[in-house]
C-alpha cells in the first residue's frame, strides 16, 4: 500500500542533507555534549572527532548500498538482501528502529530541558517529559502533512540553528579568549580509557543521524548518487558542528560543571561570558534543532516500519485507523517515543539507543562483508574496520555501564532477546502460509 503523502524523487539533495543534519544536530549535541562528557573526561572533544571517524567508516557501507539499491526503509532492505526474510534480518531492523524512536525520545527529552531554562523551574519537573510529549505531537502532526512541507521546515531549521550554533561557539570561544583551560582543569580526573571509549560510543549516537538519508532512500530524487552525497555532507557539516561546539563548552565551563549540566550544557555554558542575554539565545536555537531533529526522525522511523510491514517482517494492526499503512506507522512511532519521553531519563534513554545502534550496525557490517561485498564493489578491509572500531566502542560502554548502571545493561540484553524471541516466533507462524523466494537467503 503506497500512501499518496510520499512520493519518489520528492525530497532534493539540500533537503535530505538538512534532514539529516536535522536528526544529528538535534540529538547529538545539544543532548550529547554533558553526556558525553561525563564518561570521556577533559578530552570529551577528542571523543567526538573519534566517533566521527568510527561513523565514516559505518557510512561506507550504508552509501555502497544505497548507491546501487536505493529504497524507502533502506536499512531494512540491506538487512533482506544480506541474510534474506530470516529472524536475523527482521529482528536487526527492529532494532535499528527502535534506537532510531529511542533517539526521538531523547530529543524531546533534550528539547524540554533546554526550554525551561527560559523560566525559573527545576531541572527535574514533570514539565520536562509534558513539554517532549508536545514536542512529539508537533512532529505527528506536521509529518502528516507531507514531504514538501518537511523539506521546507527541515531546511529552513537547518540553516537557523547551524548558524546559531556557530555564533554561539565562535562567541564563547572568543570571550575565553580561544583557550580550553576551563575543562582541563578538571579537579579530578578518573577517567581511563573504557571511559574514554565509553564516550566515544555515546557520541557515535551524535551522528547516527545519517541513516536516517538511507531510510529515505527512492525518496530522493536522483537516489543513486545524491544519497550518498547527502550523508558525507551531513557527516561533515555536523562534525565542524561538534568540534566547535565542544571546544565553546569547553572554554566556558569546567568537567564539573559540565556533568552537573549535562542535559542542558550549551545553555550553561553561554551564561558565563554572555548572562540571561546568552542562555536564552541558546536555549532558542536549541527548540529549534530539536524541533526539527524530531521532525526529520519521525519521517525516518515511519518510512522504516511502513517497508518492515510491507516486507512482512513484521505484523501490522490498523486498530481501526483510516488510511494507509504509512499513516498508522507514523501513529506507532509517536505513541512509542512518547512513551519512553514521558518514564525514561536522558542518560538511561541515551545508553539504550547507544547499545542497540552499534549491535545493529555491527550486524550490517558483516552482513554485507560476508553476502554482498562484490556485488555492491566494497572493499572488506574498510568493512573489517567498521566492525572493529563498532565492537570496540560496544565492548568499552558495557564494561562501563555495567559498573555505573548494571540495571541498563540488564534492559537492553533482555529487550534485545525479547526482539529476536517475537520476530522468530512471528516468522515462524508466517512461513508456511507464504513461501519467501529470496536469493541471499541466509539462516
Known amino acids: 500500500m503506497k500512501s499518496e503523502t510520499y512520493k519518489k524523487g520528492s525530497l532534493s539533495l539540500a533537503g535530505t542533507v538538512a534532514m539529516g543534519t536535522g536528526v544529528m544536530i538535534g540529538a547529538g549535541i545539544f543532548a550529547l555534549t554533558g553526556q558525553v562528557a561525563q564518561f570521556s573526561g577533559p578530552a570529551f ?27 524507502a526503509g533502506g536499512i531494512a532492505m540491506i538487512l533482506q538482501k544480506a541474510y534474506g526474510p530470516t529472524t536475523i534480518a527482521a529482528a536487526s531492523a527492529l532494532l535499528m528502529t527502535m534506537s532510531m524512536i529511542i533517539n526521538e525520545s531523547l530529543v524531546a527529552r533534550t528539547f524540554g530541558a533546554y526550554t525551561l531554562q527560559l523560566f525559573d523551574v527545576s531541572k527535574d519537573s514533570i514539565l520536562v517529559p509534558v513539554l517532549a510529549v508536545g514536542l512529539i505531537v508537533f512532529a505527528f502532526v506536521i509529518n502528516i502533512s507531507g514531504n514538501k512541507i518537511i523539506g521546507s521546515v527541515s531546511k529552513v531549521a537547518a540553516v537557523l540553528k547551524v548558524g546559531g550554533i556557530l555564533i554561539f561557539a565562535g562567541a564563547a570561544l572568543w570571550a575565553s579568549g580561544l583557550s580550553f583551560e576551563a575543562a582541563s582543569s578538571a579537579t579530578t580526573n578518573e577517567t581511563g580509557p573504557a571511559g574514554f571509549l565509553a564516550g566515544v560510543a555515546l557520541a557515535i549516537l551524535a551522528f547516527k543521524g545519517f541513516t536516517t538519508i538511507t531510510n529515505s532512500g527512492d525518496e530522493v530524487k536522483n537516489p543513486n548518487k545524491n544519497v550518498g552525497r547527502a550523508i558525507i555532507w551531513s557527516l561533515a557539516i555536523c562534525l565542524v558542528v561538534y568540534m566547535a561546539v565542544a571546544l565553546a563548552v569547553g572554554s566556558s565551563l569546567t568537567l564539573e560543571e559540565i556533568v ?46 511502513a517497508m518492515l510491514t510491507n516486507m512482512n517482517l513484521i505484523p501490522h494492526k490498523h486498530f481501526g ?56 564493489g566494497a572493499r572488506a578491509s574498510i568493512l573489517v574496520a567498521a566492525i572493529l572500531f563498532d565492537l570496540i566502542a560496544l565492548g568499552a560502554f558495557l564494561f562501563i555501564k555495567a559498573t555505573a548502571d548494571p540495571m541498563i545493561v540488564v534492559i537492553a540484553i533482555g529487550s534485545m532477546a525479547a526482539i529476536f524471541a517475537f520476530e522468530a516466533l512471528y516468522l515462524g507462524r508466517i512461513r508456511d502460509k507464504e513461501a519467501p523466494d529470496h536469493p541471499h537467503a541466509h539462516s
Do not use: C, W
Open 260 to 305: 552537573a549540566a549535562k542535559d542542558f550544557s550549551l545553555a550553561e555554558a553561554s551564561r558565563p561570558a554572555f548572562g540571561d542575554f546568552g542562555v536564552a539565545f541558546t536555549v532558542i536555537i536549541a527548540i529549534i534543532a530539536t524541533a526539527s531533529g524530531l521532525l526529520a526522525s519521525v519521517f525516518a522511523v515511519s518510512r522504516m516500519l
Open 321 to 376: 485507523m483510516p488510511g494507509g499503512i504509512q499513516k498508522h506507522t507514523l501513529v506507532y512511532t509517536v505513541v512509542l517515543a512518547a512513551f519512553l519521553a514521558a518514564f525514561f531519563d536522558l542518560g538511561r534513554i541515551a545508553s539504550l539507543g547507544a547499545i542497540y545502534y552499534l549491535v545493529m550496525d555491527i550486524i550490517i557490517h558483516y552482513g554485507v562483508l560476508r553476502y554482498l561485498r562484490e556485488d555492491v
Open 45 to 71: 572533544p577528542l571523543a567526538f572527532l573519534l566517533a566521527a571517524v568510527v561513523s565514516g567508516f559505518s557510512a561506507y557501507t550504508y552509501i555502497k548500498m544505497s548507491n546501487k539499491y536505493p529504497s
